[in-house]
Structures are given as C-alpha cells and as structure tokens.
C-alpha cells in the first residue's frame, strides 16, 4: 500500500506530494539512473533536454517493467538537469508531469547539475518503486 502525504502546513507542491509512506512487508525496486541513451548506446536528443527527457522516461518504464512495476508504483524520483536554468527545470519537468509519475503523485526532487555521465547527458532520473503482487504470488513466511 501507498500512502501519498501532502503536508497541510507547507506549501503545496506542484504536482507531486512532501512524502510516500510504504507499508512493511512490501516489496521495492530502487532503480539505477535512467539515461537518455538508445539501445545502440547513443545519446537521443543531442542538445535537447526535452528530447532526452522524454527518453529517460520511456527508458525508466523499460527498467520498471523489467522489475514487473509501472510509473504508476513510483514513490520517488531524483531529476536532474543539468543547467542552471529554472526554464530549462521546468521544460524537463513538464515532461516528468505529462509521463504519469505524477499520477500518484510521487515524492520527488529536481536539480540542476553542471554535468552527468554521459557526454552530451543533459537528464536522468532515479526512482523508488513499490513491485505490486501480482495475482499468484505468494508470501514466503
């Protein structure tokens, strides 16, 4: 079970919540960085951070999928831009908004980076997400 926590005495945030609360006994995935990569290994959206963030999403539903979650079981996310430009944040997180992760909505923090891994990397995203039970499975006890 997911709790989403919006704190009543803070500001409301824009389209994700202050906290996720998971209960005990459910299982996580905690996901390595999604990077704006093809499956060739080349940076999509060479100078775009749209481009890439669009990728990077479709590059953490694979990962999540691979992991039997979906945008949806997301509790956390880490974004990170790099630029130092509150527009360009916002362009990038337009797209995480328009991807469902905001449908929980999820608990998450943007940043602005001066590099990632990659060269010519521009957006990754890192996430935290409950693996629902699916139908069949049993808890070991």
Known sequence: ???????????PPPAYSHASVVEA?????????AVPLDEKGEIVGPGDPVRQAERVIANLQEQLGAVGSDLAHVVATEVYVVSSEPA?????????????????????????????GYTGQLVEITATAVVPEREGDAHAG
């Open 1 to 11: 079970m997911i709790q989403r926590v919006t704190v009543p005495a803070l500001f």
């Open 25 to 33: 006994g459910t299982k996580l995935a905690f996901l390595a960085g």
């Open 88 to 116: 360009v944040l916002s362009a990038v997180w337009e797209v995480v908004e328009a991807s469902g992760l905001s449908a929980g909505p999820h608990s998450s923090t943007l940043l602005g980076v001066a590099c990632l």
